[in-house]
């Protein structure tokens, strides 16, 4: 009999999806949408269903973060309410040290967009994704932006840490540099690129994304007027006493996990209802004991 306050370590429990074999099916299937010339929306929808693909959870992106993002998720397109005109994210994590809280917000485009012309100029489209980044850079710069930011998503904690967003711009393809290539110099064209980005920003192209064992508990989140809510959880997530502090916020988890890709009926009803269980160790902190620190869902 399973404690109320402790892992279930049952060797007959429907087991999670193993790391290994998670990469094994989701490879092949992302390299297979990049080739395919996909809508954004086709690339937004993936990124959602598999945030171990998207960068900036742990710390790869600018200063800190090595705490791990808040509610241990990524947002999907965010709304950045406040004054002026509302700004939407396609992804942002919200991570954190000891001293800041780093909002990494994400800008994806097609694809198949071009980073250059075949003059050397930067296209149009990248042109208007740059621009994309510096309304962010605006919207931050606000300190009652800030304020509605911290309330928003940060739900009153970590006031003492300083806010210090970075920009991330996935757009294009590796191949566009490659040679031989679209354009004569491409060595010359990543250099310029790369004096383009400014200190608070990172590009990157669809290529260089790969799954992340170490972002494979991470889940995908949508702020909504009441509250935040799960999108979507990855084959490879699984549960513990961790999952207390996103199961104490996020109470009903269902919808999103029956979606969840690779799984099996069984082990969809297994998270939930380990879920659930967490929940109520949340709603009952006096219940996490020395035991809640086992391995085990």
């Avoid at 306050?5 to 429990?13: A, C, K, S, T």
């Avoid at 149009?124 to 994704?129: F, G, K, L, N």
């Avoid at 549960?239 to 969840?260: N, Q, S, W």
Wanted: glycine share 6%; aromatic share 10%; with cysteine.
């Amino acid at each position: 009999m399973i404690k109320t306050h402790e892992p279930d370590h049952r060797d007959d429990r429907p087991q999670p999806t193993a790391w290994a074999t998670y990469q094994e099916w989701l490879l092949p299937r992302w390299r297979a949408l990049l080739n395919s010339n996909p809508a954004e929306l086709a690339v937004q929808e993936f990124l959602e269903a598999h945030p171990v693909l998207l960068p900036g959870a742990l710390g790869d992106v600018g200063p800190g973060g090595h705490h791990g993002p808040v509610l241990d998720g990524v947002f999907r397109e965010p709304p950045l309410e406040g004054l002026a005109r509302d700004r939407r994210p396609d992804f942002m994590w919200i991570t954190r040290s000891t001293a800041l809280v780093t909002p990494i917000c994400i800008e994806i485009e097609r694809p198949d967009k071009r980073w250059f012309t075949q003059a050397g100029r930067p296209t149009a489209q990248v042109t208007q994704a740059l621009d994309q980044l510096i309304d962010w850079k605006v919207w931050f710069s606000e300190p009652e932006n800030q304020s509605i930011f911290r309330k928003t998503y940060l739900r009153s904690q970590y006031e003492d840490r300083q806010l210090l967003p970075q920009y991330v711009l996935i757009f294009g393809r590796a191949s566009e540099f490659d040679t031989p290539g679209p354009h004569n110099r491409p060595d010359r064209l990543r250099k310029k690129r790369d004096f383009m980005r400014q200190a608070d920003e990172q590009f990157m192209t669809f290529d260089s994304l790969r799954p992340t064992e170490d972002f494979s508990t991470f889940v995908t989140l949508s702020m909504t007027a009441d509250g935040p809510v799960l999108h979507a959880v990855p084959p490879s997530f699984t549960t513990g006493p961790f999952t207390a502090g996103i199961a104490g916020v996020i109470r009903d988890p269902r919808e999103a996990i029956y979606r969840t890709e690779i799984w099996d009926e069984a082990r969809k009803a297994h998270v939930v209802e380990r879920w659930l269980h967490w929940q109520r160790v949340a709603d009952t902190p006096e219940e996490l004991t020395a035991s809640s620190v086992q391995l085990g869902e």
